[in-house]
Antibody
Framework: QVQLVQSGPEVKMPGSSVKVSCKTS????????MSWVRQAPGQGLEWMGN????????DYAQKFQDRVTITADESTTTVYMELSSLRFDDTAVYYC??????????WGQGTLVSVSS | SYELTQPPSVSVAPGKTASITCGGN??????VQWYQQKPGQAPVSVVY???DRSSGIPERFSGSNSGNTATLTITRVEAGDEADYHC???????????FGGGTRLTVL
């Protein structure tokens, strides 16, 4: 049974960075595409980027290209998303999700990142 | 970049049929996914590859896709179906994933 368990909520100052983790369980961690999606308050879902742990080469949405880093640790079957130069409008719930085919078939519980001075 | 358009809200009486649309340029040539999201919860996959139901999803949920519109149809709507519904495709030209803005389904 696949489970994605994310790290807890964060409160950050503008200009700082945040790193969110997503611990996965289940088979074939290395071969699946793992993705990060965020949702600002009252807004829709926004794809940020992907990584296939076996390939270690991430792919980022153009909007976040300069500020996001997605990594994977095969030894702990954990993926990470680090967002730098935080702004107030980065306040959102950040989700990790597994992609099968073209579908996000399993999601983490979400991590609230609040940017506040 | 490819864009998906959803109505912000749809209302339906219990026991009736709800249709939630997702518009995009020639979306019929793409594979569309639908997600249900209840307040304070993560999204859950309900339909993938246009019309396949995800595991555990009732037969009341179905999907279709043709031309410039994909549709999620929910028959015999129940109070528990009240949620936000998001459509999603993969954009091959950019190799990126795209979501619609989401539709709030209200059960009257």
């Amino acid at each position: 049974q696949v489970q994605l368990v994310q790290s807890g909520p964060e409160v950050k100052m503008p200009g700082s960075s945040v790193k969110v983790s997503c611990k996965t369980s289940g088979d074939n961690f290395n071969t699946y595409t793992m993705s990060w999606v965020r949702q600002a308050p009252g807004q829709g879902l926004e794809w940020m980027g992907n990584i296939i742990p076996m390939l270690e080469t991430p792919d980022y949405a153009q909007k976040f290209q300069d500020r996001v880093t997605i990594t994977a640790d095969e030894s702990t079957t954990t993926v990470y998303m680090e967002l730098s130069s935080l702004r107030f409008d980065d306040t959102a719930v950040y989700y990790c999700a597994r992609i099968i085919g073209q579908s996000f078939d399993h999601w983490g519980q979400g991590t609230l990142v609040s940017v506040s001075s | 970049s490819y864009e998906l358009t959803q109505p912000p809200s749809v209302s339906v009486a219990p026991g009736k049929t709800a249709s939630i649309t997702c518009g995009g340029n020639n979306i019929g040539s793409r594979r569309v996914q639908w997600y249900q999201q209840k307040p304070g919860q993560a999204p859950v996959s309900v339909v993938y590859d246009n019309s396949d139901r995800s595991s555990g999803i009732p037969e009341r949920f179905s999907g279709s896709n043709s031309g410039n519109t994909a549709t999620l149809t929910i028959t015999r709507v129940e109070a528990g179906d009240e949620a936000d519904y998001h459509c999603q495709v993969w954009d091959s030209s950019s190799d990126h994933w795209v979501f619609g803005g989401g539709t709030r389904l209200t059960v009257l």
